[in-house]
């Protein structure tokens, strides 16, 4: 059974930095792509950064540039670093990994104050 859990979310103000972590496991086969996915209170779940199996990473525009992501094979783990954060930052951030078909963490709450 697949199951994903992340960490690392939390009450930052607005400049600080925080780094998401999500661990994989359950997983027998090679995991395709990874990433990231926020949704804020009454909106949609939106794509805030993906990294493939080759290490091709790809961004949100709202995040260049001051988001991070990155993946250890080995671990089966992603993380995204997310520098100068900003209050619509704020939102559950959910990860992801592609094995045949997505799978979802439960989220992790981040909250930035301005």
């Known amino acids: 059974q697949v199951r994903m859990v992340e960490s690392g979310g939390g009450l930052v103000q607005a400049g600080e930095s925080l780094r998401l972590s999500c661990a994989a496991s359950g997983i027998s086969i090679m995991i395709n792509a990874m990433g990231w996915y926020r949704q804020a209170p009454g909106k949609q779940r939106e794509l805030v950064a993906t990294v493939s199996s080759g290490g091709t990473s790809n961004y949100a525009d709202s995040v260049k540039g001051r988001f991070t992501i990155s993946r250890d094979g080995a671990k089966n783990t992603v993380y995204l670093q997310m520098n100068s954060l900003k209050p619509e930052d704020t939102g559950a951030y959910y990860c992801?990994?592609?094995?045949?078909?997505?799978?979802w963490g439960q989220g992790t709450q981040v909250t930035v104050s301005s």
């Open positions: 992801s990994a592609v094995i045949g078909r997505p799978y």
